[in-house]
């Protein structure tokens, strides 16, 4: 069956570009056996195999294949939920910082669960379809807690006589399709017209969590590797596997954050910098775990930290856990939280959390390795553009 058919099922959804039941070590993807046949470097992630590359690319080569070209990537071992009942929408505001009710049918919103002190227990994508379901994408790394934490607030729900069940989607396979080049690609094999698909839009959205224009292809598990294949052999344009090193590091370059490292359940989102999360609408009906810290935090601009992006000067990248110092008393400011060599800028880029009056741009600190220092300069973030395909904008 061409992958034509497959991206024209009714069972196929085309999602963001952004991450199945068992967080059990070594679980495998429904595209394992792909990743074997073509030279994947397989390593431990999330309780999942996953490929951090592949023999024919470099993970330098791969982000700046992604950047110019198109990439795919395995999300498979992404925790995907559909929410359905006739209190699904108030269901994932009380748990949420979305705003559901207000979103037009066929979009997706980031998001976060929020716990009652405003900390983030993870972030995912909620899609609001036009049939009777919410579709969303949690990481890999929380299902444990994801999963739980949505059935058992469900079955309160049910208690209390409102309608709302949780079903997982699983086993099914998660396709991550990232770069400039995904349209020419994708526009063959399917019936949507790409070029009224917008940002956060669609037969459920597209988005990317790279940073470039991309969508993400949900279907059955047996017709992933099929469908991954086509693509790949395809001659619309230049298309190549890519596994967990050129993801991160094309996340980063975007300044986008990665669940554990950049935000926690110790973090919000006004801290963390990403307070768009919290639609408008919800900053006046609240109702959600840790509203009234997040809303405070917002109102009064005031945080005790706050997350920023360093372009470090040449030597060694900073990386996850080094403490950030000031240049004159050597007194720890922050920490380092994700960092990496920038392969599209050749330089050391790297995010973490400072002191608030350590966060302006601009401000020249150290991360501390040890036995040496480098300086890191606080920049704006994305540090690479990006290129999310959005509406022209209205005169």
């Known amino acids: 069956m061409r992958s034509a058919q497959l991206l024209r099922s009714s069972s196929v959804l085309l999602r963001s570009g952004q991450r199945f039941s068992s967080n059990t070590p070594g679980n495998k993807t429904c595209l394992y056996d792909l990743h074997k046949k073509n030279g994947g470097k397989l390593v431990p992630f999330a309780g999942f195999e996953m490929p951090i590359q592949y023999s024919d690319l470099s993970v330098s080569d791969s982000t700046i294949h992604t950047r110019k070209h198109v990439s795919v990537f395995d999300v498979s071992h992404m925790l995907q939920t559909r929410i359905i009942g006739k209190d699904r929408e108030a269901f994932v505001e009380s748990l949420t910082t979305a705003d559901i009710e207000g979103m037009k049918p066929n979009s997706g919103v980031l998001s976060v669960f929020t716990n009652e002190k405003g900390g983030i227990k993870d972030d995912l994508i909620v899609s609001k379809t036009d049939e009777d379901y919410l579709y969303m994408v949690t990481n890999a790394g929380c299902i444990d807690k994801d999963l739980p934490y949505l059935k058992e607030n469900a079955a309160a729900w049910r208690k209390n006589g409102k309608d709302v069940e949780i079903v997982t989607l699983d086993g099914r396979g998660l396709v991550a399709v990232q770069g400039p080049e995904m349209v020419q690609l994708i526009q063959p094999e399917t019936d949507i017209d790409l070029s009224k698909l917008y940002f956060m839009q669609s037969a459920i959205t597209r988005c990317g969590y790279t940073g470039e224009d991309g969508v993400e292809i949900s279907l059955d598990a047996d017709k992933a590797e099929l469908l991954v294949s086509h693509i790949l052999e395809s001659k619309n344009a230049n298309a190549k596997l890519a596994g967990l090193g050129a993801r991160d590091a094309l996340r980063l370059e975007a300044g986008l954050c990665l ?14 910098a990403i307070a768009f999360v919290v639609a408008k609408r919800r900053r006046q009906t609240l109702g959600f775990p840790g509203a009234e810290k997040i809303v405070e935090q917002l109102e009064k601009k005031s945080w005790p930290k706050r997350r920023v992006g360093f372009v470090a000067q040449p030597g060694r990248a900073p990386r996850v856990h080094l403490p950030i110092l000031d240049p004159i008393d050597k007194a720890s400011v922050g920490f380092i939280t994700s960092g990496c060599p920038s392969p599209t800028l050749k330089q050391n880029i790297a995010v973490g959390y400072v002191d608030k009056a350590d966060s302006k741009l601009g401000k020249v600190l150290l991360v501390d390795f040890g036995k040496s220092t480098v300086a890191v300069t606080v920049s ?16």
């Open 259 to 272: 669940y554990g490292n950049d935000i926690n359940e110790t973090t919000t989102p006004v801290e963390a």
């Open 380 to 395: 704006k973030m994305p540090f690479v553009a990006t290129n999310y395909y959005t509406p022209p904008k209205k005169n």
